[in-house]
């Protein structure tokens, strides 16, 4: 399925959603009548959930729901238009639950960003900076909207409608496909593989605050190794509006590691670079 019609789908599913919702609010029934439409609905939903579940135990279970902190090192190109730019860029990174990110590029690991709630920083032998705007924007966005944030917060809101949408080819894979609408009608689709239950594409959309037209961005999971009992993917290929823009090569992946106390310190990490 292509992913300009995956992202269609998603907004026709919100909508009917919304649209059956306003339906039986307005009706009143009693105790004994039966309504195939609301019932085909919860068994819709109550597959959806099984299938995330599913895709939750395959990650890991217990192991992947508590982990404290995440380290990977590796590498990314950029993309633009589709061609790549020459050349990769090495980054190392930390990520805790649920909203403390830093990533150290270069070699000499001389520049330092930060996304430490909804605020964004980074250091380099100039001093440190608020990052800009956009920057900031594009990353929580991704936060906002990843896996992890798909399982840990929108499922566990009652108000989360989950909607099943089937079987469909996902990267050569028979995937299943699931979409999570919040209560602020905002979606998330996630296809998995229908033999591992590994997520293999993670979906969403936003409007562009300017000129007002919706944009697609994409996720896809390939070459997973599982690590201290977590499948973890080692390639992850990021595409907006069915372009690709950046691919990420891991080369390392550690969990739940004594981070430093100061970790989390953007002046600390400031006095350290500009020595």
Not at 150 to 170: F, H, R, S
């Amino acid at each position: 399925m292509r992913r300009a019609e995956l992202g269609r789908r998603i907004v026709l599913c919100a909508v009917g959603a919304l649209v059956m919702g306003a339906a039986f609010a307005g009706r009143t029934q009693t105790p004994q009548a039966a309504n195939p439409a609301t019932d085909d609905a919860a068994k819709n939903a109550a597959r959806a959930r099984a299938v995330l579940d599913a895709m939750v135990k395959a990650m890991g279970g217990d192991a992947w729901l508590n982990i404290k902190n995440q380290y990977r090192e590796g590498h990314y190109a950029v993309f633009f238009h589709g061609t790549p730019d020459l050349g990769t860029t090495k980054f190392y990174e930390v990520h805790a639950w649920p909203d403390h990110d830093r990533t150290e590029f270069t070699t000499h690991r001389d520049v330092v960003q930060f996304y430490i709630g909804r605020q964004g920083w980074e250091v380099t032998y100039r001093g440190k900076k608020p990052l800009p705007a956009d920057q900031v924007e594009e990353y929580l966005r991704r936060r906002d909207h990843s896996v992890e944030t798909a399982v840990k917060v929108w499922m566990k809101d009652p108000n989360t409608i989950l909607i099943y949408e089937g079987q469909q080819l996902a990267e050569r894979h028979l995937a299943d496909t699931v979409t999570l609408i919040s209560a602020q009608n905002e979606a998330i689709t996630i296809q998995l593989d229908a033999q591992t239950h590994l997520p293999l594409r993670r979906v969403f959309q936003w409007r562009d605050p300017e000129y007002h037209d919706k944009n697609t961005e994409a996720e896809e999971y390939d070459g997973y190794r599982t690590v201290n009992g977590i499948p973890t993917p080692y390639t992850i290929s990021r595409f907006k509006n069915d372009e690709m823009t950046r691919q990420i090569f891991i080369d390392k992946v550690a969990f739940n590691q004594d981070l430093p106390a100061d970790v989390w310190n953007v002046d600390a990490v400031e006095r350290r670079i500009k020595k």
